[in-house]
């Protein structure tokens, strides 16, 4: 009998953690007992009940797992540490809010059971209010633009992967991880599913605007040279164009207009070189000090105790 494991990242999940743990049950339930289940849930550092509520839970069910992390990680180091301590030959990533909904996971078993390695959740929709779905949007197109990553669309948390791929994904051991790039590098055979999304059962979305653009903008530092090679166009055209007003400016003063040059138009040159020179300096700063931060090769994530998991 093959085993599923739900790898579940939960940061201040307190008022969906029981309903998400009781729909999840009730949704292998209807499978019949085709499947053994395990839940690996990673707290990135909560502070209210929702490690305490899942170790109440774990107490009476060997079967529902918990990672804490000491601090604050970030969903994507989460993420990896599920993966890690996983057992199940298949494995399905989702988030605790009910977004995703339970009952869908037998379809996703049924996708990946026809072969393939992955199996990716699209949206029909999403639910959300309409700031959010437009911030959404921007997030995504921003990815596709700056990056080249081939992302489905409308792609959602909630997917399937096998113990194959998750083997090949655990080898990706940067520090500045792009969880959803990883997942399109490993490649293998994929798929989507559309899910019809529910409105979250309670709270409000931590992944706000600021988080999606940050997210963005290290996808495109981990998974692209644009910056880099932007950079290098803009230099060339800099100096084409400054060569050419260099040129026009002579023509005038020789042959049209008699002015006197001064003082403020090369401070303000001064000036505006500089502020260049700084930018481009910066996007390779940033470059460096990820490079400095891969090459140190600290732990990927400190974990300060474990529930129904051995070592």
């Known amino acids: 009998m093959k085993t599923i494991s739900l790898v579940v990242p939960v940061f201040y999940e307190e008022d969906c953690i029981l309903q998400f743990i009781k729909e999840v049950k009730e949704a292998f339930a209807k499978l019949n007992h085709q499947y053994k289940y395990e839940f690996v849930f990673i707290d990135d ?3 209210d009940k929702t490690t305490e509520l899942i170790k109440g839970e774990a107490a009476k069910d060997p079967q529902i797992k918990l990672i804490e992390f000491s601090y604050n990680h970030g969903k994507q180091w989460a993420v990896t540490a599920g993966i890690k301590y996983a057992t199940g030959d298949y494995m399905i990533y989702m988030d605790p809010d009910l977004q995703d909904p339970p009952e869908e996971i037998h379809r996703f078993i049924e996708e ?3 072969g393939f390695d992955l199996v ?5 929709e999403k639910k959300d209010n309409v700031v959010n779905v437009l911030f959404s949007k921007i997030f995504w197109w921003v990815l596709e633009k700056f990056t080249g990553l081939k992302l489905p669309k409308g792609i959602a948390v909630m997917r399937i992967f096998n113990r194959k791929f998750a083997d090949k994904f655990l080898t990706y051991p940067e520090q500045n991880r792009f969880i959803e790039g990883i997942f399109m590098h490993v490649g293998l055979k994929q798929t989507t599913i559309e899910i019809q999304q529910r409105d979250r059962f309670a709270g409000v979305s931590k992944f706000n605007f600021r988080r999606k653009m940050k997210l963005a903008f290290d996808a495109i530092f ?3 040279e644009l910056p880099l090679k932007m950079a290098v166009k803009f230099g060339f055209y800099l100096m084409f164009l400054s060569i ?3 040129l026009t400016i002579v023509v ?3 042959f049209f207009i008699k002015f006197q040059i001064g003082w403020p138009s090369i401070i303000i040159t001064i000036i505006g070189a500089t502020g260049i020179l700084l930018y481009f300096i910066g996007v390779l700063a940033i470059y460096i000090g990820r490079i400095y931060k891969e090459v140190k090769a600290r732990p990927l994530f400190s974990i300060k105790e474990l529930t129904n998991i051995n070592e």
Do not use: C, N, T
């Open 112 to 114: 990946i059971e026809k």
């Open 252 to 254: 005038l003063r020789l």
């Open 222 to 224: 981990d998974f692209s």
């Open 45 to 47: 550092g909560s502070r």
């Open 120 to 124: 990716f959740g699209i949206r029909k």
């Open 244 to 246: 050419l007003a260099l």
